[in-house]
């Protein structure tokens, strides 16, 4: 055995007995060593991490499949009462950080071991490292609701480990008595480009940034775990100013009829977010600046303390076609956008509120619609439940009479006060209209499209709306007959859509054209012209084509 010195300032050393012929192997001393081994570990919690960051924010896996959540809970799970106690005393509130920090420390007496094991025994060192995924791999599966594909993320983070380990120690080729070559001996590995010395540090160095990456990666993408667990934290406030909407004493009857009130779940979705941005209420906050007197930030608890407004407000997206499903109506519960505006202090001269998502999404509002005394809200709930991650959470805008696109900003973060002649918006820079209130639209929704009726009375039923002008009447036409009243739900305000319905008596047998149009409260009757969704949303009339049976 040639002698050893310590330290990575370690070169070349002297060859061992019998390999005279060969150039002198290189091999780790103590500390490069051990840093194989911190890496080693680094690199397998590293990539599980990632795994189990991805894996839980698509919904495939649990929160246990994280290795060290896992073993920190099971290691609390087996931590008799008085050392819990001890810690709490002795640690107090940080005692969750004590936790992690002791388990830091043995990972990484661990990891040195395994590190130097690896210089003397490689295969010795495999042995105990898989046993302590084991070990992880026990804590992850005994986790209360964990299953089987849990155990992927410490699977992958191994095998990544191991992989790293074996690389590392044909680095440091070295005939030991105790363990078999890994490599050829007949070759000359120190002279092969990779190994030795530099092969070692430079193995080491790309472990490090991996592990080091994919760890950062997975800490900066908060899980949806983290997200839900956020959401279910939240106790809603009571809204000081209530609508207090009988629900049923508006609703009209009709088998086939649109809900009133659209369930959250069925609420149509249209978004830019190829996946939902996971924003937690901690990691939440608004700035708002640009033309105001002062800039300030609000947290969420801000919002939650500031007076809590619902109301019943139907949203409608610019793309929903004559006749489409593009719109949904729900309570909405939040805080007058007006009065967070109102603390920053708008100044004269601005005309535009900019509001930014966390995802970059920009909408440009007219400051108007904000500041005109209608329900324009930052709404943080929806159907008396914190809004839905698809839909917003932990806070989005919320104004009446405009297309979604112009103002109702999901993961809202940023308002700047402004001017439309200064800025642009994501759609308004695609072509769409920067000004786009919602137009007059109704629809039929029974019976549907070729339908084959049986002569008698058939109900046609719809819904219709002119968001924050509100409906006078809904009229129905029988091919070309004259235009007949239907029957109007109650109203619950004028920033509501209301159901319709109209008794047809089918006598001819025969293919019939039904129709209907909406008459908004100033007496405007919906326009029957044809115009596309493109740039500020469609017109014309809804239409059905169905069969009477002889
Ligand atoms: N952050 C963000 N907010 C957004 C959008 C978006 O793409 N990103 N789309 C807007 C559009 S076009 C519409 S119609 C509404 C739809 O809201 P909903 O998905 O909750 O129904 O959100 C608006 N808010
Ligand atoms: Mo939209």
């Given amino acids: ?84 106690e001890l810690a709490i005393r002795t640690f107090g509130e940080h005692d969750k950080d004590a936790l992690t920090g002791g388990m830091a420390l043995t990972l990484l007496i661990v990891a040195i071991g395994i590190g130097l094991l690896n210089r003397r025994s490689p295969r010795l060192a495999l042995g105990v490292t898989a046993l302590l995924v084991l070990v992880a791999g026990a804590a992850v599966v005994s986790r209360p609701g964990a299953d089987v594909l ?87 406030p009571t809204p000081t100013d209530d609508q207090n909407i009988d629900v049923d004493a508006l609703t009209l009857d009709v088998a086939g009829l649109t809900p009133f009130v659209t369930a959250s779940s069925d609420f149509y979705r249209v978004d830019t977010a190829f996946t939902v941005p996971n924003l937690t209420t901690d990691e939440w906050s608004l700035r708002i600046h640009g033309a105001v007197d002062r800039e300030i930030t609000i947290s969420f608890d801000d919002l939650l303390a500031m007076p809590a407004v619902q109301r019943m407000i139907t949203l409608t997206c610019v793309s929903n076609e004559v006749g489409g499903k593009l719109a949904g109506n729900a309570r909405w519960l939040g805080v007058r956008l007006a009065d967070v505006l109102a603390m920053a202090g708008p100044q004269d001269g601005a005309d535009c509120l900019l509001s930014t998502s966390v995802d970059g999404f920009t909408v440009t509002t007219p400051l108007a619609a904000v500041t005109d005394g209608r329900d324009a809200l ?28 112009v103002s109702a900003t999901k993961w809202v973060v940023d308002l700047e006060v402004t001017r439309f002649a200064d800025v642009t918006a994501y759609w308004t820079e695609r072509g769409w209209a920067p000004q786009a209130p919602i137009k007059t639209a109704s629809r039929i929704d029974v019976p549907a499209g070729f339908a084959q009726l049986t002569a008698g009375s058939v109900a046609v039923a719809g819904m219709a709306w002119a968001q924050h002008r509100g409906l006078r009447a809904v009229q129905v ?50 326009t029957d012209a044809v115009q596309g969704v493109m740039p500020d949303g469609s017109t014309g009339l809804d239409s059905r084509q169905v069969t009477v049976k002889a």
């Avoid at 001996?185 to 120190?190: A, G, L, V």
């Fill in 477 to 526: 036409q029988i091919d070309d007959g004259p235009w007949q009243d239907a029957t109007l739900s109650g109203e619950a305000g004028i920033d509501t859509w209301r159901q319709w319905s109209y008794p047809w008596t089918a006598t001819e047998p025969g293919i019939h054209t039904i129709r209907c149009r909406a008459i908004d409260a100033d007496g405007t009757v919906q």
């Fill in 378 to 405: 930052l709404a943080y709930a929806m159907n008396g439940e914190p809004l839905l991650v698809e839909h917003g959470f932990p806070v989005r805008m919320v104004v009446p009479g405009l297309y979604g696109y």
């Fill in 1 to 84: 055995m040639g002698q050893r010195t310590s330290g990575v300032t370690t070169s070349e050393q002297v060859p061992p007995a019998g390999t005279t012929a060969a150039p002198a192997p290189w091999r780790a001393g103590w500390l490069g060593s051990a840093l194989g081994g911190i890496v080693a570990v680094v690199l397998t919690l590293g990539v599980a991490e990632l795994i189990s960051t991805l894996g839980r924010w698509m919904g495939l896996l649990g929160a246990s499949s994280s290795p060290f959540v896992a073993l920190g809970q099971t290691f609390i799970q087996f931590t008799p009462e008085w050392l819990k």
């Fill in 150 to 236: 849990d155990l992927l993320p410490l699977v992958v983070g191994a095998i990544a480990g191991v992989t790293f380990l074996i690389l590392l120690a044909r680095r440091s080729l070295v005939r030991d008595p105790d363990s078999a070559p890994l490599a050829d001996p007949s070759s000359t590995p120190s002279s092969t480009p990779g190994t030795g010395r530099r092969g070692f540090f430079r193995l080491v160095g790309i472990g490090a940034v991996i592990g080091v990456a994919a760890g950062s990666l997975a800490r900066l993408v908060p899980s949806a775990a983290e997200v839900a667990d956020s959401r279910r934290r939240i106790s809603l």
